[in-house]
């Protein structure tokens, strides 16, 4: 089934850096990928997704490209603040399936 | 903006008991699913459910789970008998037809003792 690898451990950063957080997954045929963030006390929200090679998903300054070539779909933000915490989870959707095969999610700190 | 709602927000059981969680999808919203998350790890999907009955299981989802949309607003998950390690956090989604995107409720924390 489909599977998805970040990277390990909390990400700590100050105000105003550049956040990366890889995602590689695993998944027949060609998945739709997405990006969900739980901020403290919430639910999963949907913060972006793509469902082809190439395209690149945005929202709230945050950016990820499909990348079929390396199965990645790494999320990028140039300058995260203080809200930006909150815990952050990549799941592919193979077409056809139902399931959202989540990671293990990074817990992201950002402090002033 | 419409919302996937669950209630309780907590529920606290004695092992062995039945529980019953119930959610409101997005009122126009056809496909209904269930992901749980153990406390430090992934969300896990359980089931799925379109046109009354259930589309696609794992294999948490054992025979002492079941899905129902007992009416046309309510979507609930029953653990018959509950165990230790079904002490998680339960997440309730709901989606369009022909849209992939997958709207979550707030989960409901289940804690059995």
């Known amino acids: 089934g489909d599977s998805v690898t970040q990277m390990e451990g909390p990400v700590t950063l100050s105000e105003e850096a550049f956040l990366t957080i890889n995602c590689t997954y695993t998944?027949?045929?060609?998945?739709?990928l997405f990006w969900y963030v739980q901020y403290p006390g919430e639910g999963l929200q949907l913060l972006l997704k793509?469902?082809?090679?190439?395209d690149k998903g945005s929202n709230k300054g945050f950016e990820a490209t499909y990348r079929k070539e390396t199965t990645s779909f790494h999320l990028e933000k140039g300058s995260v603040q203080v809200s930006d915490s909150a815990v952050y989870f990549c799941?592919?959707?193979?077409?056809?399936?139902?399931?959202?095969?989540f990671g293990k999610g990074n817990q992201v700190v950002v402090i002033p | 903006e419409p919302e996937v709602t669950q209630t309780p927000s907590h529920q606290v059981t004695q092992m062995g008991q039945e529980v019953i969680l119930r959610c409101v999808p997005i009122?126009?919203?056809?496909?209904f699913y269930w992901y749980r998350q153990i406390l430090g790890q992934k969300v896990e999907f359980l089931v799925s459910?379109?046109?009354?009955?259930?589309?696609?299981k794992s294999e948490i989802f054992d025979d002492q789970f079941s899905v129902e949309r007992p009416d046309g607003s309510n979507f609930t998950l029953k653990i018959r008998s509950t165990k230790l390690e079904d002490s998680a956090m339960y997440f309730c989604?709901?989606?369009?037809?022909?849209?992939?995107?997958?709207?979550f409720g707030p989960g409901t924390r289940l804690l059995v003792l």
């Open positions: 998944a027949t045929g060609y998945p739709s």
């Open positions: 009122s126009n919203h056809l496909y």
């Open positions: 459910f379109y046109n009354n009955e259930i589309s696609e």
């Open positions: 989604a709901s989606s369009r037809p022909g849209q992939e995107t997958q709207y």
């Open positions: 799941a592919p959707r193979t077409y056809g399936n139902n399931r959202l095969a």
């Open positions: 793509a469902t082809k090679a190439d």
